[in-house]
């Protein structure tokens, strides 16, 4: 079983900056990043792959959003600059089984408890 923890969500004005992590506490393969405003559904955000060389970003964040693993690949990052009214939601870090990385929220296995990002304009 895989826990994930998120951290390094809160409080910042548009045109900010936050980075969120994501800790795994076992093996995981590909990792992901999605996000929840209220009323709307679970949207992707970001993904990496497990060597961490493959990245795909939702349209909304491309050149805003950075998504990395750190060394020992246990752990991602999701770097949030220009931040915007729109992109407050509760993010959530996930993981899958397998090597490849996916944008569909079906098909990850783990999620993390979600971090809220607050956007004030």
């Known amino acids: 079983q895989v826990q994930l923890v998120e951290s390094g969500g809160g409080l910042v004005q548009a045109g900010g900056s936050l980075r969120l992590s994501c800790a795994a506490s076992g093996r995981t393969f590909s990792m992901g990043w999605f996000r929840q405003a209220p009323g709307k559904e679970r949207e992707f955000v970001a993904a990496?792959?497990?060597?961490?060389?493959?990245?795909r970003y939702a349209d909304s964040v491309k050149g805003r959003f950075t998504i990395s693993r750190g060394n020992a690949k246990n752990t991602v990052y999701l770097q949030m600059n220009s931040l915007k009214p729109e992109d407050m939601a509760v993010y959530y870090c996930?993981?899958?089984?397998?090597?490849?990385?996916?944008?569909?929220?079906?098909?990850?296995?783990?999620w993390g408890q979600g971090t809220q990002v607050t956007v004030s304009s």
């Open positions: 996930a993981a899958r089984g397998g090597s490849f990385l996916s944008t569909v929220r079906g098909q990850y296995d783990y």
């Open positions: 990496i792959n497990w060597n961490g060389d493959n990245t």
